[in-house]
């Protein structure tokens, strides 16, 4: 199944493991996958699996450097999501002032 857009955002940040890769990477320059194997408690293999699902939800971009890839944060996905996420609590707001109001009007 294919993800996109906020989906794929929040799907990619739903595991604690990629939020820490995603932090690391986010500090400072970019990084490469073993040197975030070296500070993770995860394989090698495992950490290029996690940052590959980052990449491809957007969250990380990967450039190549001689036989390295370096990986940035792209935070233009979680503005989406956090877009996504604000206007999903508006509407429960709403429905829930809506839900309020009916009750209240019942007394």
Do not use: C, N
């Amino acid at each position: 199944m294919s993800r996109s857009g906020a989906v794929a955002t929040l799907w990619a940040l739903s595991d604690e493991t990629r939020i820490e890769i995603l932090d690391r990477v986010a500090s400072g320059s970019a990084v490469t996958v073993s040197q975030l194997a070296d500070v993770l408690p995860i394989t090698r293999q495992a950490v290029t699996r996690h940052v590959r699902t980052l990449e491809d939800a957007g969250l990380v971009v990967g450039t190549k450097r001689g036989r390295q890839h370096l990986y940035r944060v792209d935070s233009t996905p979680i503005a989406a999501a956090h877009r996504f996420l604000e206007a999903r609590a508006r509407s429960w707001d709403d429905a829930l002032g809506r839900l309020a109001g009916h009750l209240e009007s019942m007394d």
